[in-house]
């Protein structure tokens, strides 16, 4: 059970990855779940959105695909315990050096993202 949780824990993340990479926002709207929190720290500045108006922004703003970077997000760390999980990321893009800290739940047989916290890291 541990392994297909790990297996799709990975699937949940790659399709993050390729939602916010490609501006997709129909893929990247499918791994959270409605009531998600989401918080980051960008230069100092608090960065405290809905799941709409974080979608809302990354669909009016270009890709980084459309800015021709190449996709260099990846995976620090995946902690499962049950039907909760922990998982760490690196997601640098548009000039910035993220850290992605993500709480994820499975509901109904499917995993999502219950809370996002991230930092720009210099």
């Given amino acids: 059970m541990y392994k297909e ?4 824990v990975e699937t949940l ?6 939602g916010i990479f490609n501006g997709d926002v129909t893929k990247l709207e499918s791994c959270f779940h409605k009531n998600v929190n989401i918080y980051g720290d ?3 500045a608090d960065y405290l959105k809905s799941i ?3 979608l809302e922004g990354v669909k009016n703003r270009k890709s ?5 970077e190449s996709l260099k997000m990846k995976i620090i760390g995946i902690d499962i315990i ?17 850290y992605d ?22």
Wanted: proline share 3%; net charge positive.
């Fill in 13 to 18: 993340i790659d399709n993050y990855f390729q």
């Fill in 82 to 98: 049950g039907k909760i999980a922990m998982v760490k990321l690196h997601v640098p893009m548009l000039g910035y050096n993220y």
């Fill in 5 to 8: 949780n790990i297996k799709q």
């Fill in 52 to 54: 709409s108006e974080y």
């Fill in 42 to 44: 960008i230069n100092g």
């Fill in 101 to 122: 800290y993500l709480s994820l739940t499975k509901i109904n047989n499917d995993w999502k993202i219950v809370n996002k916290l991230f930092n720009h890291v210099e």
């Fill in 64 to 68: 980084p695909k459309d800015l021709n």
